[in-house]
């Protein structure tokens, strides 16, 4: 249930082991989250709960390369992979303070991070604004054009076999006591020996699902611009914001965002947003501010009570649970793919997952959120 990356990929590699699987998605696979995010590939964690999903971070970044060139071999399809790092720039009058702390908790995670002289970051990337006042090079973080990995996906589970079917909206679980035998969709009964629950931000609202998968949608806003003045090589990001290069063209592709907004499924772009993305990126890149807009977009990030996934079994025999990637979730594909095979087909998993058990709020009151971040990506240390 759910054709965006964790559902296409998954089925990608359920199929790659022989099984017969369909992909069910309300509308065209592929163009929700996975569609509208920044893909970024930083396994840093944003907040203090974001740690538990560092070492899951972690092993995604490491099967990245072979994903990739797994993709680009089946589908003859590029997807943007970029290995050049991620700088991270501190603008506060606490910077040297902040930049201590942050390499400390990047290296206390396992995780590469230099300090990086502000003059030679500015040579590194010559269109890094002047009020930069200390500055973080990541140089294992990577990025990608997630609408064109999301394709490829697509493109390489139809290849294996997978069954996609577009417009096909599943409404409820068809459930035999406690085990799930398949699903309700568009009125048909479409039985299944096991049903994976990848549906994103709408994964709260497929009937019978146990325990209820208690996600809700938290937007974010996204700018793309095309531009010749400022290049950038490398991702920059700020506690405000980040921009993203997406080539080495001229003009130069870059995607830049976002907000953390509780706005329902409400998918508008607004000036408020924007006003936030320009600003934060015009202080990271002053040059951007020459750049043109060419697409303005906003989607809609899975989002979960204590902000982690819900992976693995639930209450129902026969039903997984791989949805909540929150703002992760581009990263984190080919490691839930991989568990998720594990599972479906070996019943056990190569790297323990019980901490993203979905069984872990069916004993609690829904929680209240936690109150929202204010960017995608970043080292929470920098602003603590
Ligand atoms: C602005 C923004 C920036 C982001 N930046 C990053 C980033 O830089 N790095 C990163 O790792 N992550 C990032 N993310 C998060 C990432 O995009 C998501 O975590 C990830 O795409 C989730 O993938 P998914 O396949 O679970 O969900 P989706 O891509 O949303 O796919 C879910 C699919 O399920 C389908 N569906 C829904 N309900 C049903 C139903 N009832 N029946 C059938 N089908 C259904 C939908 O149509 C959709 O195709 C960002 C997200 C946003 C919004």
């Given at each position: 249930?759910?054709?965006?990356?964790?559902g296409?990929?998954?089925?990608?590699?359920?199929?790659?082991?022989q099984l017969?699987?369909?992909?069910?998605?309300?509308?065209?696979?592929?163009?929700?989250?996975?569609?509208?995010?920044?893909?970024?590939?930083?396994?840093?964690?944003d907040s203090?709960?974001?740690?538990?999903l560092?070492?899951f971070?972690r092993a995604?970044?490491?099967?990245?390369?072979e994903?990739?060139?797994?993709l680009?071999?089946?589908?003859?399809?590029?997807?943007?992979?970029r290995?050049?790092?991620t700088?991270?720039?501190?603008?506060?009058?606490?910077?040297?303070?902040e930049?201590?702390?942050?390499i400390a908790l990047?290296?206390?995670?396992?995780?590469?991070a230099?300090p990086?002289p502000?003059?030679?970051?500015?040579k590194?990337?010559?269109?890094?604004g002047?009020?930069?006042r200390?500055?973080?090079?990541?140089?294992?973080?990577?990025?990608?054009d997630?609408r064109?990995l999301t394709?490829?996906?697509?493109?390489?589970?139809a290849a294996?076999g997978?069954?996609?079917l577009?417009?096909?909206?599943?409404?409820?679980l068809l459930?035999?006591?406690?085990?799930?035998?398949?699903?309700v969709?568009q009125?048909?009964?479409?039985a299944?020996g096991h049903v994976?629950?990848?549906?994103?931000a709408f994964?709260?609202?497929i009937?019978?699902?146990?325990p209820?998968?208690?996600?809700r949608p938290?937007r974010g806003?996204?700018?793309?611009?095309?531009?010749s003045?400022?290049?950038?090589?490398?991702?920059?990001?700020?506690?405000?914001g980040?921009?993203?290069?997406r080539?080495?063209?001229t003009?130069?592709?870059l995607?830049?965002?976002?907000?953390?907004?509780?706005?329902?499924?409400?998918k508008r772009v607004?000036?408020?947003?924007?006003?936030?993305?320009?600003?934060?990126?015009?202080?990271l890149?002053p040059?951007l501010?020459?750049?043109?807009?060419v697409?303005t977009?906003s989607?809609?990030?899975?989002?979960?009570?204590?902000?982690?996934?819900?992976?693995?079994?639930?209450?129902?025999?026969g039903?997984t649970?791989a949805t909540g990637?929150?703002r992760?979730g581009?990263l984190?594909?080919?490691?839930?793919?991989k568990?998720?095979r594990?599972?479906?087909t070996?019943?056990?998993?190569?790297l323990?997952?019980?901490?993203?058990?979905?069984l872990?709020?069916?004993?609690?009151?829904?929680?209240?959120?936690q109150?929202?971040l204010k960017r995608?990506?970043?080292?929470?240390s920098?602003?603590?």
């Amino acid at each position: 249930m759910g054709g965006g990356l964790i559902g296409g990929t998954i089925a990608l590699r359920l199929a790659q082991q022989q099984l017969r699987v369909a992909l069910l998605d309300g509308q065209t696979p592929g163009r929700e989250a996975s569609w509208a995010a920044a893909g970024m590939l930083s396994p840093a964690p944003d907040s203090p709960e974001a740690i538990p999903l560092v070492p899951f971070g972690r092993a995604s970044l490491a099967l990245y390369p072979e994903f990739i060139a797994e993709l680009e071999e089946i589908t003859g399809r590029r997807t943007g992979y970029r290995r050049e790092g991620t700088i991270e720039v501190l603008f506060s009058p606490e910077a040297e303070r902040e930049l201590s702390t942050l390499i400390a908790l990047h290296r206390g995670l396992g995780l590469s991070a230099e300090p990086l002289p502000v003059d030679e970051a500015h040579k590194l990337e010559p269109a890094l604004g002047r009020e930069a006042r200390a500055t973080a090079l990541l140089p294992d973080e990577a990025s990608l054009d997630n609408r064109a990995l999301t394709g490829a996906v697509l493109a390489a589970a139809a290849a294996a076999g997978v069954v996609l079917l577009a417009n096909t909206k599943v409404t409820r679980l068809l459930r035999e006591g406690s085990l799930c035998t398949g699903v309700v969709a568009q009125g048909e009964t479409i039985a299944a020996g096991h049903v994976v629950l990848a549906a994103g931000a709408f994964s709260g609202g497929i009937e019978g699902v146990a325990p209820a998968a208690g996600v809700r949608p938290v937007r974010g806003q996204m700018v793309a611009m095309s531009n010749s003045a400022a290049r950038l090589r490398r991702v920059l990001r700020s506690d405000r914001g980040y921009a993203v290069p997406r080539d080495d063209a001229t003009p130069q592709r870059l995607v830049a965002g976002s907000t953390l907004e509780d706005a329902g499924f409400d998918k508008r772009v607004t000036p408020r947003g924007l006003e936030q993305i320009f600003s934060a990126v015009q202080e990271l890149a002053p040059g951007l501010a020459a750049a043109e807009v060419v697409e303005t977009w906003s989607g809609l990030r899975p989002d979960t009570p204590d902000h982690l996934p819900l992976l693995g079994p639930g209450e129902l025999d026969g039903l997984t649970f791989a949805t909540g990637h929150y703002r992760n979730g581009i990263l984190l594909t080919p490691i839930t793919a991989k568990l998720v095979r594990e599972w479906v087909t070996e019943r056990r998993v190569s790297l323990d997952w019980e901490r993203f058990s979905p069984l872990r709020f069916a004993a609690v009151q829904p929680q209240e959120p936690q109150p929202s971040l204010k960017r995608d990506k970043g080292t929470f240390s920098a602003r603590t």
